[in-house]
């Protein structure tokens, strides 16, 4: 089966730095790359997505960059506010899906 | 459009009890998947049901299991719980397979077993 490991399991940054989380996984048939965000007490919400045609994706603060030879992804968030505080999750998908073990990021203010 | 609802909201039960937890997907959505979410293990995939039937199934005992109907609501069901299986239970919809696309999440379901 697929093997997805996070990392790093806990991030706390300045408020203002940038925050970087990467996910790496086995499933060569992996062909969708999604990060999900779940603040405290709340569900999971999609925030970024890439496919594996595509080597970057950007919105706004947040960008997703995939390196489907070295299998990993990233999260990149820059000009990090408090309320970027949450766990992320990764969830690289092909004929199945498995989420990552999460990584709790905490900026300070 | 209304979003993923879950019942009920929170459930208390005692060991060797079974319990019956319900969602109902965003309309027009065909998938449904199940998450067991702990504090120490994460997100954990139960399985996913896709126009009616198990797609795709996690590594948990026999006692979890699921079904998905017409409307494409689906059920998980939990027979002779255990203490560890206190838990926040999460389901989540999507059009297509789950591995196609975005998942949206219910609020869940808090199990306590005591």
């Known amino acids: 089966g697929e093997n997805v490991e996070q990392h790093p399991s806990t991030l706390s940054v300045q408020e203002g730095d940038s925050a970087v989380i990467k996910c790496t996984y086995s499933d060569s048939a992996s062909n969708y790359f999604p990060w999900y965000k779940q603040e405290l007490g709340k569900r999971p919400q999609l925030i970024i997505d890439i496919r594996s045609n595509v080597g970057e994706k950007k919105d706004q603060r947040i960008a997703v960059t995939l390196n489907k030879t070295a299998k990993h992804f990233s999260l990149h968030i820059t000009e990090t506010q408090p309320e970027d505080s949450a766990v992320y999750f990764c969830?690289?998908?092909?004929?199945?899906?498995?989420f990552g073990t999460g990584t709790s990021l905490t900026v300070i203010p | 459009k209304a979003g993923v609802t879950q019942t009920p909201r929170y459930l208390i039960k005692t060991r060797g009890q079974q319990v019956t937890l319900s969602c109902s997907p965003i309309s027009g959505h065909r998938s449904v998947s199940w998450y067991q979410q702990t504090p120490g293990q994460g997100l954990q995939f139960l399985f996913e049901?896709?126009?009616?039937?198990?797609?795709n199934k996690g590594n948990f005992p026999g006692r979890f299991s699921g079904r998905q109907f017409s409307n494409s609501r689906s059920e998980m069901n939990v027979s002779t719980l255990e203490l560890g299986d206190s838990a926040l239970y999460l389901c989540?919809?999507?059009?297509?397979?789950?591995?196609?696309?975005?998942?949206?999440f219910g609020p869940g379901t808090r199990l306590t077993v005591t």
């Open positions: 969830a690289p998908a092909g004929n199945q899906f498995y």
């Open positions: 049901y896709f126009s009616e039937t198990q797609r």
């Open positions: 989540a919809s999507s059009w297509g397979q789950a591995s196609s696309g975005e998942q949206y």
